[in-house]
């Protein structure tokens, strides 16, 4: 079902160079590759000189080292999050103890739902927790430097407390782990939404910004028409889970077996992941009856 997305894989790098992507904005990758960062985690360094940095990365020395050698003594003004996971935010605190420089973003961790039992480790896993931002970013808050605007636009469901950041000056927008061209995003719950991702995806597509750079892999582009197909692709496999639930399936791992036919096992996990982020969904919609087995329309189990 991936084949409805014009996926883009390419990508000429070099870990420990940053590359120039505009003559304002530059982009440096962490070495910490998988099946879910692709390369690895994308930090940026937007303006010259007088410079912010977007999503510093993993707590690696060895990225850290990297960054500041291709700083070259430029000042760090701010420094932004897109989102708190533990590829993203953890590297904010040294880069803050070296540069002086405030962290932004749009708050704390946090679950899209009350947890369930056997849920907290979970969350603990992926999830930078004691990431505390110095200012909680509102929607379309700016923050600006010497020849760069950033326009804060909140983009919560892969996690509630993503943001996307709009370069005004490259019309260009730093989209996280929201929308990348390399692969879908993933929702997990309980710290992503199905319901909250749908609707960030169709904010970012109803904005002007033509070239996505996102938290891994290349750049997006023809922006618009790929946040369409991810929004097709995501009402594909809806459309999927709700005929397997006809057809009789009613376990998770039933689901992913009929749906993701082939799936590398070691994103089965991830693929549970995203099937229960669509079963809460069509449940909050009234679409799908969770219940019990005696009694089932659609049953459903956190653990997967």
Known sequence: ??????????????????DWLSPRLRRLIANNPSPFTFVGTNTYIV?????????????????????????????VEAILVTHTHRDHSPLAVRLKELTGAPVLGIG???????????EFDRLEASADTQFVPDRAL???????????TLETVPTPGHT???????????????????????ATSVIAPPDGSMSAYMASLRRVAARPE???????????????QFAAAYVKHRLMREAAILRQLKEGLTTIPALVGAIYQGL??????????????????????QLVI?????????TYHPAG
């Not at 509102?138 to 760069?148: F, K």
């Not at 033509?210 to 618009?224: D, L």
């Not at 590398?264 to 919609?285: F, I, W």
């Open 1 to 18: 079902m991936a084949d409805d997305i014009p996926f883009d894989r390419s990508l000429v790098f070099e870990y420990g160079r940053a």
């Open 47 to 75: 303006g010259v000189g007088r410079v912010a940095v977007i999503d510093p990365g993993p707590d690696d020395p060895v990225h850290l080292a990297g960054l500041i050698k291709n700083l070259n003594g430029e000042k």
């Open 108 to 118: 704390p961790h946090i679950a899209a739902r009350p947890l369930n039992f056997g």
């Open 138 to 148: 509102g929607d379309g808050e700016i923050i600006a430097g010497d020849g760069w």
């Open 160 to 182: 509630m407390n993503h943001a996307a950041f709009a370069f005004k000056e490259d019309n260009v927008l730093f989209a996280g782990d929201h929308v990348m061209a390399w």
């Open 210 to 224: 033509t070239v996505y750079w996102p938290g891994h892999g290349g750049p997006v582009r023809n922006a618009k």
């Open 264 to 285: 590398d096992q070691k994103l089965t996990g991830a693929a549970g992941l995203s099937v229960l982020a669509h079963l809460e969904d069509l449940v909050q919609r």
């Open 290 to 298: 969770a219940a019990p087995a005696a009694t089932l329309t659609a």
